[in-house]
């Protein structure tokens, strides 16, 4: 693994973000967006929030000054034959793969699909209050300028369904598990709601329980298999719906990456889902190529962002093939189950 520390020396506590970049236990500095992770920053004021700092007991000293995304000032320690190196720039997972996904024009969002899933859409310079359930965060700041926000949803668990399932089963991994989704056309009516630590955004509900529906003898490993990967389509598919709310726009174009977005049969259907295209990134990690570019603007390899949009992109493309009727018939199907699940945490949370 290669370590890293900053140039600058302060008397700060390590971030999360300092654990991972810096091999001193100390860092005075911490880039925009992953500060505001932290749910002590005002993303307002753009500097810590002193209300929260009080309610949590957090002394002010302790924490790293606040810089952009591609502040620099740091470098890699020399491991091995590993030479020392500029650290031009920094950014958290989910930020930096919208960045990477090129995810900048109105009416385009990125998801990344791991263990659980990060749907994100950039909202520009202005600062948008969800109404719809989604978080309003800081994408990322450049230079001097003004900070790029985003609204985000995420869901708790979605690769990790599989993985579930896979032992659930007795198969060696969640790979095993989508194979068997592939192998039927549909679910046969079987719904899972996976709510294994409770719900995520937009439902926030921490109470809920998961729950798996419309099971027949005629249900077997294949349709319980084909349920659990739908899940995951359908809980973006809610997300998706938060953003065309609260950005007042459809989303026409969702730019995917991440393990399960290379299961055909998971983004088909999702395209369905949605009734928008769906575009899957043909790098293995977004979320270090969005670094990458940022880095790369800092250092001059980049003129500006038009240049950077302007770069071949290569990547599958899955448009939707499914009838409005079907679709309608689905989601409502959905929404029944799952409203079933949130009104039972509700009754859960007061008894």
Sequence with gaps: MIQYRLVRRGSSL???????????PRSDTRPLGNASRTLLFDIHRLDWCEELLDLFDVPRGCLPDVVASDAGGMETVATGSFPVLAIAAVAADSHAALYGLNCIRAGTAKATYGTGTSVMAGTGTERRKSSSGLATTIAWLRGNGSPTFALEGNIVSSGATLEWLARLLGLPDASHVQRLAASVPDSGGVRVVAGFVGLGAPHWQPHARGR???????????ELARAAMESIAFQVTELVAALDDDLEQPIDE?????????????MQFQADLLDCAVVRSDAADAAALGVAFLAGLRVGIFENEHAIAELPRRGERFDPRMSSTERAELLGSWREVVLGATAAARVEAIT
């Design 14 to 24: 390590p971030t999360a973000v300092s654990s991972l970049c810096v091999k001193a």
């Design 212 to 222: 798996i529906t419309g099971l027949t003898f005629a249900s077997g490993p294949r």
């Design 254 to 266: 969702l730019r995917v990456d991440g393990g399960a977005s290379w299961n055909d049969t998971l």
